[in-house]
């Protein structure tokens, strides 16, 4: 369970108060709102990127308000993906596991299986230059999910995609997802998008989360 | 209830668009206007070196490098400037790190701190370092001194006796790496701090939920990210330590055969009469020059630039 309880987040000086927000285990999370009304410094909060500086973030009934962003276990995949230049496909699916000094046998497992999942097998020497948009995305995908992460946050992930890939990729995540059993909050604009994956829906409206039942506009 | 448009609307729609859009004044005066500036410095470097390439010639170059004076004298500048571009490297990349990516109090007056050895005569630097070594004391000795009793120590531990050769910076060729480092290492800080100013620090955030600290963030991702800004920072401080001249000259001297870099070569020459020799050297360093600038370019890679000039 991801939960954010009366959260006071202060970006420079944009502020966001009173945030309270709970995402039950295993579940998909969806937050909606206008552009500059803080949904990335919420999520970045989550990850350990930004500063709390009042409230508590919990996951799974653990704080994690003062744990820093690699003690979190929380896979992020920013709107501009930030794929590393200088590493093949296999690479930055083996990233997280090599830093936390996984065996080199489960590694490679672990690659070859979400390669496998999300389509990419064939791209794993590739370096990032040498992708279209969807298949930057799997790549940040793997990335994220590679280490079992508790929770995993995406930002905008299919905002760059055209139509076909955009459906393609949708039908990933929620297969990727549900198949890696993660908590998931995914900001987006699309109310399609929003309506196809999410269980939970938040809306960030005027520094207040307000829950909805279904997807909204 | 209003009518939908019809074909014939759209199109008078169009027509009157069309009868409004304005010619637009040419493109080329103005790229013709870039194109002179840049023709215009470009000819007064390639005036100079063409001057230069006529005072002397391949045989007064070849006579020239047979010296043995200008023979040491490359072979230190080639050594000294690559000391001095590997300790500037490794000083500015980590600097120009914490510029670009912390805020701490009197970061201002640090940042501007850090651009002093751009903007002060070189001649001032060397009679700084000069002073510094020489005037300075700590516990009563000099920074001189205490580098001669350090590495005086430190040769005796590892051979069993005293070194039988001078020991000491100044007037020796440390003060020359010295020399260049100082002035080389600022263009190089001021060109990382740029560099990672302009990356994005999302891919270390990213690294650091994969489970990277700050340090590994640095080490796997920021720095092999900047690559084509560690290679530029490194040309501009290696072109840098090559020109270098006054304060090799007030604080390593140009004693021949000993502190002889090719720029003091260039000021001895001169200061004997040979005015071929002298040109001679400096055409060797502007060979020098052009060819490490230009392998770093081929390096890079990059052809950069968004228009094509038809």
């Known amino acids: 369970m991801i939960s954010i309880k009366d959260c006071t987040i202060q970006a420079g000086n944009f502020k966001i108060t009173d945030i309270n927000m709970q995402i039950p285990t295993g579940s998909y999370g969806i937050l909606m ?9 919420i999520l970045e909060a989550l990850c350990g990127l930004r500063k709390v500086s009042a409230g508590t973030i919990s996951i799974n009934g653990q704080d994690i308000t003062k744990k820093r962003p690699a003690e979190r276990n929380i896979g992020f995949l920013p709107q501009d993906i930030a794929l590393f230049e200088h590493m093949s496909v296999y690479e930055h699916i083996a990233f997280g596991m090599r830093i936390q000094k996984w065996d080199k046998k489960v590694i490679d497992d672990r690659v070859h299986e979400l390669a496998e999942q999300l389509q990419i097998k064939h791209l794993l020497e590739r370096k990032p230059a040498g992708l279209s948009g969807g298949e930057k995305q799997r790549t940040a995908m793997g990335r994220a999910l590679a280490v079992r992460p508790q929770v995993l946050c995406l930002d905008e992930p299919l905002s760059t995609l055209d139509d076909d890939t955009h459906e393609d990729v949708i039908n990933l995540i929620k297969a990727v997802t549900q198949e890696n059993e993660v908590t998931t909050l995914h900001i987006t604009h699309r109310k399609s998008e929003a309506s196809l994956l999410g269980d939970h829906f938040f809306e960030l409206c005027e520094g207040r989360i307000i829950q909805h039942q279904e997807a909204f506009v | ?81 690559f000391i001095a571009t590997i300790l500037s490297i490794i000083v500015a990349v980590p600097t120009g790190y914490l510029l670009a990516r912390f805020r ?189 600038l230009f392998l770093v370019r081929l390096i890079d890679g990059r052809k950069g630039g968004l228009y094509d000039i038809n």
């Open chain 2, 104 to 292: 701490f109090p009197g970061k201002a007056a640090l940042d501007a701190l850090l651009d002093i050895p751009i903007i002060l005569p070189p001649l001032v630097i060397g009679l700084s370092l000069l002073i510094l070594f020489h005037k300075f004391a700590i516990f009563g000795t000099s920074i001189e001194e205490w580098c001669v009793i350090i590495f005086t120590n430190i040769y005796s531990f590892f051979t069993g006796k005293a070194p039988d050769f001078s020991v000491g910076v100044t007037y020796k060729v440390p003060a020359i790496i010295l020399a260049q480092f100082s002035v080389s290492c600022a263009f190089a800080v001021r060109t990382m701090r740029n560099t990672f100013d302009q990356m994005s620090p999302r891919q270390e955030q990213v690294a650091m939920t994969l489970g990277c600290n700050r340090s590994q963030a640095f080490w796997l991702i920021a720095v092999p990210g900047a690559w084509r800004g560690i290679l530029t920072a490194a040309a501009l401080a290696w072109a840098r330590a090559l020109g270098e001249f006054g304060p090799i000259l007030i604080f390593a001297g140009t004693t021949r055969g000993r502190t002889e870099v090719l720029s003091t070569s260039v000021f001895l020459e001169i200061s004997i009469g040979n005015l071929e020799g002298a040109v001679a050297v400096s055409m060797i360093m502007v060979a020098i020059a052009l060819a490490v």
């Open chain 1, 33 to 41: 709102g206008k552009t500059g009304s803080g949904k990335t410094t």
């Open chain 2, 1 to 81: 209830m209003s009518k939908a448009p019809t074909n014939v609307d759209v199109t008078s729609k169009a027509e009157s668009v069309t009868t409004k859009m304005r010619k637009v004044p040419s493109d080329k005066p103005f790229i013709f206007g870039l194109a002179f500036i840049f023709s215009l410095y470009l000819l007064l470097i390639l005036g100079m070196l063409v001057a230069d390439a006529n005072y002397t010639s391949f045989a007064d170059i070849a006579k020239t490098l047979e010296n043995p004076n200008i023979q040491y004298s490359l072979k230190i500048t080639m050594l000294s400037c």
